[in-house]
């Protein structure tokens, strides 16, 4: 039972490049959600998705692309990363009915610099 | 623009000890509020959560309260533990499908 896994958990990338940060679920949750997490903040939302094929911005999504061509992935592209997006990225996902204890699931963190 | 936030950055709690985070919001249209612990180098892990129909929520240990005339919660931790010490973050389900969280409190729990 892999819960929320993703990959890479480490990253270290060169301004002006590009990269996918992939989160895969295996709860059969329909929402999905990536975040970002900068040194003494707490985590700031990038995009979401609802469901397979549907995606939404969060608080900062400028700089970030994402897709939900199955359900249980949910891809995160950086298309020309810059040393801003250096930080440690979070990866969730919930099943989010509206009821009580519906929590989120999080992944472990993927770590990525831009020199 | 709204925003969930915490009104202290850092808290030191005698091992043994209750503790309590607070933390404010801002949108008087959000109906569903989630703790969540953070410990060193991991992802958040849920707490307990409480709907705004509620004033209160008991688990093992942990209380949260609501309060919202004046839009705050708080986590309420009973004869905390070394294990207790992470970073604790409130979050908040806007629409239903938008979880937003809040700065976090740094719980350090003194031997």
């Known amino acids: 039972n892999a819960g929320v896994t993703q990959t890479p958990k480490f990253r270290v990338l060169k301004t002006g490049q590009s990269m996918t940060l992939l989160c895969a679920q295996d709860?059969?949750?329909?929402?999905m959600y990536w975040y970002r997490q900068d040194p003494g903040m707490g985590l700031r939302l990038i995009h979401y998705s609802v469901g397979e094929g549907t995606t939404a911005k969060g608080e900062v999504p400028d700089g970030y692309n994402v897709s939900r061509l199955k359900k249980q992935n949910f891809l995160l592209g950086l298309e020309s990363a810059a040393p801003s997006q250096t930080s440690v990225y979070f990866c969730?996902?919930?099943?989010?009915?509206?009821?009580?204890?519906?929590?989120?699931?999080f992944g472990q963190g993927t770590r990525l610099t831009v020199v | 623009g709204e925003s969930v936030g915490l009104h202290l950055p850092t808290l030191s709690v005698q091992e043994g000890d209750n503790s309590i985070i607070n933390c404010a919001y801002s949108n008087s249209a959000s109906d569903y509020f989630i703790w969540y612990k953070q410990e060193s180098g991991k992802g958040p892990q849920f707490i307990i959560d409480i709907r705004s129909n509620m004033d209160k929520r008991q688990g093992q240990r942990v209380t949260v309260l609501l309060n919202k005339t004046v839009k705050h919660l708080s986590l309420q931790i009973a004869a905390t533990q070394p294990g207790d010490s992470a970073v604790y973050f409130c979050a908040d389900l806007f629409g239903n499908e938008k979880l937003t969280f809040g700065t976090g409190t740094r719980l350090t729990i003194i031997p």
């Open positions: 969730a996902s919930s099943p989010l009915t509206g009821g009580m204890n519906t929590e989120a699931f």
């Open positions: 709860m059969n949750h329909e929402y």
